[in-house]
Antibody, heavy 117, light 102 residues
Framework: QVQLQESGPGLVKTSETLSLTCTVA????????WSWIRQFPGKGLEWIGY???????HYNPSLKSRVTISVDTSKNQFFLNLTSVTAADTAIYYC???????????WGQGTMVSVSS | EIVLTQSPATLSLSPGERATLSCRAS??????LAWYQQKPGQAPRLLIY???NRATGIPARFSGRGSGTDFTLTISSLEPEDFAVYYC?????FGGGTKVEI
């Protein structure tokens, strides 16, 4: 059974780069799309972007200038980098697998990231 | 950007009752709609994909229908564990959620 686990710092300073890793356990990354999603303290959900296992990517236009998602299938991991963070980037960050047109069928437990000076 | 509007914001019901949740898209999304359930402290859980297909392990009391701009999630008879927040999602935006409370 495939499981996802996010890891990374829980606190990032304003203007710095948020970096997270998602480790895929119990299955292969091949032939799937893998995504990052965040949930703000007020509970709204925002899709950040996705990567195919081959490395092709697609980002939320509102974040495109600051986001990079990459993948390392040899380690069964994919990554999120979000630059120039502000307090508005404070959220729970989830990684998830995409099935079908765009449904997220497997989620990590989420990791809370706070941005503060 | 396609906007998803969920209604009502809160639904107050009792166990055993039927719940009907609505999701409206600002333009046609064909059948590219998913529904999720989220409980406090947990990640969202996929219930329905492609508007009407139940995800693996989801009980038959959950059903989805609709296409184009109007979609519905129905819980035929609420169980105690169904009281949660429900989100709809299209590629790649989410609705604001409906809280189903006792």
């Amino acid at each position: 059974q495939v499981q996802l686990q996010e890891s990374g710092p829980g606190l990032v300073k304003t203007s710095e780069t948020l970096s997270l890793t998602c480790t895929v356990a119990g299955g292969s990354m091949t032939s799937y799309y893998w995504s990052w999603i965040r949930q703000f303290p007020g509970k709204g959900l925002e899709w950040i972007g996705y990567t195919y296992y081959s490395g092709s990517t697609h980002y939320n236009p509102s974040l495109k200038s600051r986001v990079t998602i990459s993948v390392d299938t040899s380690k069964n991991q994919f990554f999120l980098n979000l630059t120039s963070v502000t307090a508005a980037d404070t959220a729970i960050y989830y990684c998830a697998r995409i099935v079908g047109a765009s449904a997220f069928d497997i989620w990590g437990q989420g990791t809370m990231v706070s941005v503060s000076s | 950007e396609i906007v998803l509007t969920q209604s009502p914001a809160t639904l107050s019901l009792s166990p055993g009752e039927r719940a009907t949740l609505s999701c409206r898209a600002s333009q046609s999304i064909r059948n590219y709609l998913a529904w999720y359930q989220q409980k406090p402290g947990q990640a969202p859980r996929l219930l329905i994909y492609d508007a009407s297909n139940r995800a693996t392990g989801i009980p038959a009391r959950f059903s989805g229908r609709g296409s184009g701009t109007d979609f519905t999630l129905t819980i035929s008879s609420l169980e105690p564990e169904d009281f949660a927040v429900y989100y709809c999602q299209q590629p790649f935006t989410f609705g604001g959620g409906t809280k189903v409370e006792i």
